[in-house]
């Protein structure tokens, strides 16, 4: 009775580890699902911080345009200023220089907070780069890592069970008494 007993017990401690071993397996799925999960996260937060530099520029753009167009009136204003008969018509074309010229320099302003946003933008875009590519090295670890786990539990299984598999058919066999 007592060397069944011992081979219950190993059977016992076989049984253990290869739960053990099926549990890391099927938690593997889970765990690949998460650092690819942490990835998208990092690659959308990349994204948000290019589309968020390129909103800047297209601001950017939009304001020297604007600038561009007041210079253009201030010019048509001074050429006008030179054909006209009353000095109130003068007064008003220089008032409207004057608004365009404020204009301009509220567009300037404008500009120059782009550009320093510009810059916080681009440190944030390359240290969003340098994440990215951080983790995505570390995936590559991981995966790498989970695969031969994958493996090395998949190939100490079977030579736990395979001892084991006439005890446990006999066992079932066997009448019980």
């Known amino acids: 009775m007592l060397p069944d007993i011992e081979k219950l017990l190993q059977l016992q401690v076989a049984d253990k580890e290869i739960r053990k071993l099926q549990e890391e397996i099927a938690t ?3 765990r690949m699902a998460a650092i690819e999960a942490k990835l998208a ?3 959308a937060q990349l ?3 290019r589309a968020a530099a390129k909103a800047d520029e297209a601001n950017r753009k939009k304001f020297e345009s604007a600038i561009q167009d007041l210079q253009g009136k201030i010019s048509k204003y001074r050429d006008q200023s030179l054909a006209v008969k009353t ?3 003068y007064k008003a074309l220089l008032h409207e220089i004057q608004f365009a010229e404020q204009d301009i320099k ?3 302003d404008k500009i120059l907070e782009l550009m320093l946003n510009a810059e916080s933008r681009d440190k944030d875009v390359k ?9 995505m090295a570390e995936i590559d670890k991981e995966k790498a890592a ?6 090395q539990d998949g190939q100490e299984a079977p030579p736990l069970e395979a001892p084991f598999m006439t005890s446990r058919r006999r066992s079932m066999l066997a009448p019980a008494c």
């Open 146 to 151: 989970a695969r031969a786990t994958r493996q």
């Open 127 to 135: 240290a969003a780069e340098l994440e990215l590519k951080s983790e």
């Open 47 to 49: 994204e948000k911080a």
């Open 106 to 108: 509220v567009n300037e």
């Open 28 to 30: 593997l799925p889970k």
């Open 41 to 43: 996260g990092t690659k």
């Open 87 to 89: 000095n109130d018509q």
